[in-house]
């Protein structure tokens, strides 16, 4: 079965940092491209930012530029995201996903297959 589970959600103050991770298991991560989501209470899910199979990097939301980090570690099939100086306003369910098509790249209409989520919580 393919999976994707993130970890590394929790609760941290404003400024704080959080490291999420996408593991993948029943398939490899190299040939895909992996993105990073987040849906909060009562909004839409957005993409945040996405890590192609080349590893060129897409943000899709300005806010998280110079805060947040994708990076890839194949050989452990992990996708990871680093979140530095966080805001309360970060404060979502963040979701990986792979996509169904095309799927080195980036195109956000493409991803369909998503972890569970791992809940973030900026608060003092």
């Known amino acids: 079965q393919l999976q994707l589970v993130e970890s590394g959600g929790g609760l941290v103050q404003p400024g704080g940092s959080l490291r999420l991770a996408c593991a993948a298991s029943g398939f490899t991560l190299d040939y895909y491209a992996i993105g990073w989501f987040r849906q909060a209470p009562g909004k839409e899910r957005e993409a945040v930012s996405c890590?192609?199979?080349?590893?060129?990097?897409?943000h899709f939301v300005d806010s998280v530029k110079g805060r947040f980090t994708i990076s890839r570690d194949n050989a452990k099939n992990t996708v990871y995201l680093q979140m530095n100086s966080l805001r309360p306003e970060d404060t979502a369910v963040y979701y990986c996903?792979?996509?169904?098509?095309?799927?080195?790249?980036?195109?956000?209409?493409?991803?369909?297959?998503w972890g569970q989520g791992t809940q973030v919580t900026v608060s003092s």
């Open positions: 890590i192609n199979s080349s590893g060129g990097i897409t």
């Open positions: 996903a792979r996509p169904r098509l095309n799927i080195r790249a980036c195109v956000v209409a493409n991803f369909a297959s």
